[in-house]
């Protein structure tokens, strides 16, 4: 690898003018091309390599710093510097003849020359703190063979990251080495599986001064983040990014707590979606029974035990079982051997206060009813060697994937979705398998005639159509004033303004229940603030009682409560399966509904002021060095403390209680006894029981359903809680 050298640094001369649209630095490097520097706010900073023959990705789909304004189809130019409010700079250079920029909170000093190797020293003004500092031997490589650019930064053994999308195991992420790159993970381990789902190159640090950096890599190729488990002699302490063939154009971001570097960064990459509050409620999807050769029936019957067994959901979830015909898929079709009045039975889930979700899926059989004539438009993904469809495996058969990037893919699918979906009395898209594995190292994306490498546009897919479903739901909406929802597995930064997601393909155990719970809080705390998991685990055994009102239990207060599975033989997770735990069932999922109003504003807050719905305790309370450690519990907004229970047999907790300001005590819900904050202690966890605690001084509102009715996500607000 050859590392990047700066002949000189050159300055701008417009550093007090916030209009500016030049970076604030530039070094010419001896390879070609330069290294551009430039802050975008006080505490925001963008380093970008661009190379003498371009950039790589001319484009990017996750910038969308104006609120309200999203990017556009084509992408936003990655030489675009509109939307940031460029902070005035003051310029000073030290006895070594060193450069410094300073904003009023950030500092970066300029080092490096055409014998010393390039890197940048980034200061907190406020306390004078180095946050990051490029690694003094070669802290930008690049490899002329592969392609490959290298960013590497010096490593505190004592650092915590966090961050990186759907990752597994601990959320302090040091010592691991992970890949950000969507994959179809069915199965995957809880604790140490990578990857999964996502791409989402965004860390947190907390540096050993306690302070807070984050690092945004905007790039859609394949990047691996060594968190501190490579060690080199030569190097020192040190972690590294590897990107695959794509481009360094990296967003440093400061602050005093994670919430204000999280905040930045979700701003960046344009906000969180409202969904309608509808979609707060319960939900359920059951595989086995979409599947089923008499599917219409079964689902008539499931409508009728749902009424009968008392159980509030408030919308169903189908599985592409309604496309199915044996194992094989057919998006946009029905099978009315299954189903043969689609809309009477979508009608009856309407009636009995179910809204509905469909499952859609980007690749299309090469004996689907649309293939021929799609193929003949070029709408499919295409190899640059013979400008013929990308023919790959794809459930049970052989399919091409849809480019998102091409209009023609984008008007097919919008209208397949309104006509057999919307119009069949069906709500919303559930954009699922589309992680676009595509292993042809020819295929490429269209992008408007610039053909991005698939390799470099992978993820680019997952996210245009869920952006393609999203618009296609707005634009058929009865009710323009209604939010629109949809659902996403798959997709890189940006998918949080459409969609919400999950953590895939879980397994059932009881490691799962445990494991899970830190991803859902991981994927907060990467800006992905509408997730889940879904509840009693989609693949693998059926779950035992208490296995499965456990999990029932952590997650009813999820931002995302769907129970989803796919069982041998047909069998699906459903709230009444172990009649010895029903009634405990009944009562967490009625918990949520009781919660709504305060779970609603929790959602508000994330829109509004871009923080997480669940978070880690530290993320409430940073400067109590306790919540840093690994623990089962999490916040659900600013004051209410969950600890769930994810061991076997364990019928009371040790859980710790944050400190609070003004020697407040931490209130439990149920039994309003008051527990000391700062401290330990031994709580009560009997198999009915979700431990929760409330922060001493917070007003909660509660609902409480119409007399004699089920509990639904708009119940009025009955009752507000004193703690």
């Not at 009023?104 to 020359?113: F, I, M, Q, T, W």
């Not at 013979?386 to 998102?404: C, I, K, N, R």
């Not at 069906?426 to 589309?434: K, M, P, R, T």
């Not at 009562?587 to 978070?615: G, N, S």
Request: glycine share 8%.
């Amino acid at each position: 690898m050859k590392p990047l050298l700066a002949q000189s640094w050159t300055l701008s001369t417009e550093l007090a003018t916030s209009s500016r649209t030049a970076p604030d630095a530039t070094a010419s490097l001896t390879t070609g091309g330069q290294l551009q520097l430039s802050f975008l706010s006080p505490t925001l900073a963008r380093v970008t390599v661009r190379p003498a023959e371009g950039f790589k990705e001319p484009h990017t789909w996750a910038i969308a710093p104006v609120a309200g304004s999203d990017v556009l189809w084509s992408g936003r130019p990655r030489e675009d510097m509109s939307g940031f409010e460029r902070p005035a700079l003051a310029v000073s250079k030290d006895s070594a003849g060193v450069t410094t920029l300073s904003s009023p909170r950030l500092s970066v000093s300029l080092l490096g020359d055409g014998q010393t190797p390039l890197r940048l020293q980034w200061v907190c003004a406020a306390t004078g703190k180095t946050v990051l500092e490029d690694r003094p031997t070669s802290a930008y490589l690049q490899e002329r063979r592969t392609g490959l650019v290298r960013h590497s930064v010096v490593r505190d053994p004592r650092e915590h990251y966090f961050g990186l999308g759907d990752k597994t195991g601990p959320l302090n992420l040091h010592g691991r080495r992970l890949r950000c790159l969507g994959q179809d993970a069915l199965g995957y381990d809880p604790q140490s599986g990578d990857p999964l789902y996502k791409h989402w190159p965004f860390v947190m640090s907390r540096t050993v001064d306690g302070l807070w950096v984050g690092l945004y890599y905007d790039t859609l190729a394949m990047c691996t983040f060594d968190l501190g488990c490579e060690h080199d002699n030569y190097h020192g302490f040190f972690r590294t990014v590897d990107i695959d063939d794509g481009d360094l154009d990296y967003y440093l971001m400061l602050g005093q707590t994670p919430a204000e570097v999280l905040a930045q960064f979700v701003a960046l990459i344009g906000g969180t979606h409202l969904p309608p509050r509808w979609s707060l409620g319960y939900a359920q999807t059951a595989m086995g029974l979409a599947d089923a050769p008499d599917a219409q029936n079964q689902l008539d019957r499931f409508i009728d035990l749902c009424a009968s067994q008392r159980i509030p959901i408030s919308s169903f979830h189908y599985g592409s079982g309604y496309s199915s015909r044996g194992k094989q898929r057919y998006v946009f079709t029905w099978n009315h051997d299954k189903f043969p009045d689609p809309k009477a039975i979508n009608h009856k889930f309407q009636s009995h206060g179910m809204r509905l979700v469909a499952n859609i899926k980007p690749c299309l059989l090469d004996d689907h009813p649309s293939y021929q004539a799609l193929n003949a438009q070029h709408a499919f993904i295409e190899d640059q060697s013979t400008d013929q469809a990308v023919v790959e495996p794809f459930w049970d058969g052989q399919g091409s994937h849809l480019d998102f990037t091409r209009p023609q893919a984008v008007a097919w699918w919008q209208e397949q979705l309104k006509r057999q979906v919307l119009e069949q009395a069906i709500d919303a898209g559930w954009n699922d398998n589309n992680e676009y594995a595509i292993q042809n190292e020819d295929a490429y994306s269209d992008a408007g005639g610039a053909r991005l490498a698939m390799h470099r546009s992978r993820p680019l897919h997952s996210l245009l159509m869920t952006r393609a479903t999203f618009e296609a739901q707005q634009a058929h909406a009865a009710d323009p004033s209604e939010a629109t929802f949809t659902v996403t597995r798959a997709g890189p930064p940006g998918l949080q303004r459409y969609a919400q997601t999950w953590s895939g393909d879980n397994t059932t155990s009881w490691a799962t229940l445990k494991w899970n719970l830190r991803t859902g809080l991981q994927m907060s705390l990467s800006g992905m603030f509408n997730v889940g998991h879904d509840v009693g685990g989609f693949y693998g055994p059926l779950p035992e009682p208490e296995l499965f009102l456990r999990w029932v239990q952590a997650c009813c207060l999820n931002p995302r409560m769907v129970m989803n599975s796919w069982k041998e033989g047909g069998i699906s997770n459903l709230p009444w399966m172990h009649p010895e735990v029903t009634d405990a069932v009944r009562d967490a999922i009625a918990l949520r509904y009781r919660l709504m109003p305060y779970l609603w504003d929790c959602f508000e807050q994330a829109t509004q002021k871009h923080v997480p719905i669940i978070r880690p305790t530290f993320f409430n309370f940073p400067d109590d060095l306790q919540c840093l450690e690994d623990s089962d519990e999490f916040m659900l907004g600013q004051s209410i403390l969950v600890s769930p229970v994810v061991t076997e047999g364990q019928r009371e907790k040790r859980v710790y209680m944050p400190q609070l300001s003004g020697g407040r005590c931490w209130v439990d819900f149920q039994t309003r006894q008051r527990l000391a904050a700062g401290a330990w202690h031994t709580v009560a966890a009997p198999l009915g029981h979700l431990p929760m605690f409330v922060a001493e001084g917070t007003k909660i509102a509660v609902a409480s359903p119409v007399a004699g009715q089920l509990p639904r996500h708009d119940d009025p607000v009955s009752e507000i809680l004193d703690f």
